[in-house]
């Protein structure tokens, strides 16, 4: 299996913070990496894919970047509707992995 | 509108048998993977299996080999997934969820089905 670390596991910021989730994997997955975003209670939303890629209807403060083993999500202004739980997850496999999650908290 | 509607809660005691589904629309059924996603309460996403229910191929992760059973009918645009005998650690909400080719993300998900196991 392809292990997927993401780090912090926890992140306080205030509204309008720039904030920066690491995602990395434990063998190159080329651009194959997603980012979604979980509230509680409801299903993940797909953010980013492609490593770098944003999805239909996603707001432009959330960037992706990264290839290879490395890979970041930065949201560049951060607003009340984005506090959740991002996760990133590896599509280079058909067994798919997620990290382990950030919980993106207000400070 | 692309839509997976799950099945509703369950409650089960230890031992017992169960078989949740997903039902799509707004798409053709055989034409996308359906994954299985499971979260545990308060954890988080374990990727568990795949169907492609074109040809009804079928690939677990190792985690999960085994332990279920994922499968699909394709005259009603439905996939499961079934327990043969539920353990105490198999409460958690399952998500499925669709993709189109493998290097392809999930781009929709059901709302989740949650599965108590309680004696």
């Known amino acids: 299996d392809i292990q997927m670390t993401q780090s912090p596991s926890t992140l306080s910021a205030f509204v309008g913070d720039r904030v920066t989730i690491t995602c990395r994997a434990s063998?190159?997955?080329?651009?194959?990496l997603a980012w979604y975003q979980q509230k509680p209670g409801k299903a993940p939303k797909l953010l980013i894919y492609?490593?770098?890629s944003l999805e239909s209807g996603v707001p432009s403060r959330f960037r992706g970047s990264g290839s290879g083993t490395e890979f970041t999500l930065t949201i560049s202004s951060l607003q009340p509707d984005d506090f959740a739980t991002y996760y990133c997850?590896?599509?280079?496999?058909?067994?798919?992995?997620f990290g382990q999650g950030t919980k993106v908290e207000i400070k | 509108e692309v839509q997976l509607v799950q099945s509703g809660a369950d409650v089960k005691k230890p031992g017992e048998s169960l078989k949740i589904s997903c039902t799509v629309s707004?798409?053709?059924?055989?034409?996308?993977?359906i994954a299985w996603v499971r979260q545990m309460p308060g954890k988080g996403l374990e990727w568990m299996g795949i169907i492609y229910p074109g040809d009804s191929d079928t690939k677990y992760s190792p985690s999960f080999q085994g332990q279920v059973t994922i499968s699909a009918d394709r005259s009603i645009s439905t996939a499961y997934l079934q327990w043969s005998s539920l353990k105490a650690s198999d409460t958690a909400m399952y998500y499925c969820?669709?993709?189109?080719?493998?290097?392809?993300?999930?781009?929709?998900w059901g709302q989740g089905t949650l599965v108590t196991v309680s004696s």
């Open positions: 492609k490593a770098s």
């Open positions: 707004g798409y053709t059924f055989t034409t996308y993977w």
């Open positions: 969820a669709r993709h189109y080719t493998r290097y392809d993300p999930v781009d929709y």
């Open positions: 063998q190159s997955i080329s651009s194959w």
């Open positions: 997850q590896q599509y280079n496999s058909y067994f798919r992995t």
